[in-house]
């Protein structure tokens, strides 16, 4: 079964998710937070394979719920929930390691899809939401040309490799789609992040973006 926390200060924005979630038959709301000081602690009594985070929420932003989160061992993968007017929170949470990016009213297929992908590895960014990112982060070629050259240093099958991401593919589905067993993507995937010098799969998903791999 795979265990989700929603975190929302809106009581219908929770509402709403959860009653989407709990739709899939391997999906379990195993707790949900209206505040974010909450969150870090319900992670720890919970466990839970992904978190859906409020990127501002409350007295306790969803940054520093988010700090929180990844300060834990063995963090779960967190997915923010964001508005069309929040480009500064976006950066933040870019750089504290979230995992994806959704909409708040993302469409119900769209989101179970994004907490399975997110469960096993995957990057998560709604296509709208992933063009708000990239403009957040860059001023047109003046970061786009060290994307591309990040980009030149790799092989080609580091390429697939860091497009794939980029499109939000699991470790699993990267290797269905190059026909590689999933240790061997693995390894593929810290050489790429290593190389490109992303901390994160968010990150390389950007550079793929910038760098003009994934359009």
Do not use: W
Request: charge should be negative.
């Amino acid at each position: 079964m795979l265990k989700v926390i929603v975190a929302d200060d809106e009581d219908l924005v929770r509402s709403t998710l959860r009653t989407i979630l709990s739709s899939a038959p391997d999906v379990e709301v195993v707790a949900e937070c209206a505040d974010g000081h909450l969150v870090a602690e319900a992670v720890r009594l919970h466990r839970p394979h992904v978190v859906l985070l409020d990127i501002r929420m409350g007295d306790t932003d969803g940054i520093t719920a988010l700090r929180a989160i990844t300060a834990l061992a063995d963090p779960p993968a967190v997915c923010m929930l964001t508005t069309f007017d929040m480009d500064d929170y976006v950066r933040a949470a870019l750089r504290t390691g979230a995992s994806g990016f959704l909409l708040k009213d993302v469409d119900p297929v769209y989101l179970l899809k994004a907490v399975h992908d997110l469960a096993t590895g995957g990057v998560v960014l709604d296509p709208t939401v992933a063009a708000r990112v990239v403009g957040a982060l860059n001023s047109g070629e003046q970061v786009a040309e060290p994307a591309r050259e990040a980009l030149s240093s790799l092989s080609g099958r580091e390429r697939d490799v860091v497009a794939l991401i980029g499109r939000g593919l699991s470790n699993a589905e990267i290797g269905q789609e190059l026909h590689l067993s999933e240790a061997t993507v693995k390894g593929y995937v810290s050489a790429v992040l290593g190389k490109i010098g992303a901390s994160n799969r968010v990150q390389a998903a950007l550079v793929a973006y910038r760098g003009g791999l994934i359009a």
